[in-house]
């Protein structure tokens, strides 16, 4: 559990960095543009790229703290037995989903990004280093849902 509250802490922060940085940057876009006249010409592409970081991150955070949203109507009219079954093979669902969607392909798409040598266009960082959040997030999200098994089954 040690471990789990560390990677908790870590990626709690990250979120709010990530988040805080966004938000001066839209400052500075705004400021730019209707103070200055002149808008920045990197602003609307770092934004973008820190709200899909944002997004993917913050799912793996939600799903960490199980605080995704869900529909538990029909588990609950089971015994506790079966919610625990039914809860072991979403869990077994989620792990899949984040494995083949998340990991392998998102790992597919950073290394051909890579290959490709693609670019942003107002950056110029490599499109495989924002990619890169995809493969990590599905990571996370399969360490959350293992932990969340071997809990369960304690």
């Known amino acids: 559990m040690a471990f789990r509250n560390t990677v908790d802490s870590i990626l709690g922060k990250a979120l709010v960095t990530i988040m805080a940085i966004m938000v001066v940057n839209v400052l500075w876009q705004v400021f730019?543009?209707?103070?200055m006249g002149t808008p920045s010409s990197f602003t609307d592409e770092l934004a973008r790229y820190l709200m899909v970081w944002l997004g993917i991150l913050g799912a793996a955070y939600v799903s960490g703290k199980n605080m995704h949203v869900a529909i538990d109507v029909l588990p609950q009219?089971?015994?506790?037995?079966?919610?625990?079954?039914?809860q072991l093979f979403v869990y077994g669902l989620i792990i899949l989903f984040a494995f083949a969607a998340m990991v392998v392909g998102g790992f597919r798409l950073v290394y051909i990004t890579y290959v490709l040598d693609q670019h942003s266009p107002s950056l110029q960082i490599p499109l495989a280093a924002v990619y890169a959040v995809i493969p990590l997030s599905g990571l996370l999200i399969i360490y959350y849902k293992i932990s969340d098994i071997i809990k369960i089954k304690a």
């Open 77 to 86: 009219r089971f015994s506790a037995k079966t919610q625990k079954q039914l």
């Open 32 to 35: 730019t543009r209707f103070i």
